[in-house]
């Protein structure tokens, strides 16, 4: 079992930066990677970046450039957004990819405004 619990969320104008967190917690030991995803309303969830504990990422297109993730041996996961636009304001959720299932934090809002 492992527990996640995202935080840094919070209202920036287009062009700000936000960095979010993601506490792991439980059998951390087993997990083999861990993401960043994001659903706006009425959208499928949508994978942002993800990365392994060796360093090996992959971004979004759309984020490339802006985000960066990066993990503390997988007890912290963050995910560092520069120039966020209006269409980055979607709620994101930090995931653990685990041999028997995949789990998901609660969510946290990021909200782009001018």
């Known amino acids: 079992q492992v527990s996640l619990v995202e935080s840094g969320g919070g209202l920036v104008q287009p062009g700000g930066s936000l960095r979010l967190s993601c506490a792991a917690s439980?059998?951390?030991?087993?997990?083999?990677?861990m993401a960043w995803y994001r659903q706006a309303p009425g959208k499928q969830r949508e994978l942002v970046a993800s990365?392994?504990?060796?360093?090996?990422t992959s971004y979004k297109d759309s984020v490339k450039g802006r985000f960066t993730i990066s993990t503390d041996n997988y007890r912290f996961l963050f995910l560092q957004m520069n120039n966020l636009q209006p269409e980055d304001t979607v709620v994101y959720y930090c995931?653990?990819?685990?041999?028997?299932?995949?789990?998901w934090g609660q969510g946290t809002q990021v909200p782009v405004s001018s």
């Open positions: 995931s653990a990819r685990h041999p028997v299932n995949n789990y």
């Open positions: 439980g059998n951390i030991f087993s997990i083999l990677s």
């Open positions: 990365t392994t504990n060796d360093g090996e």
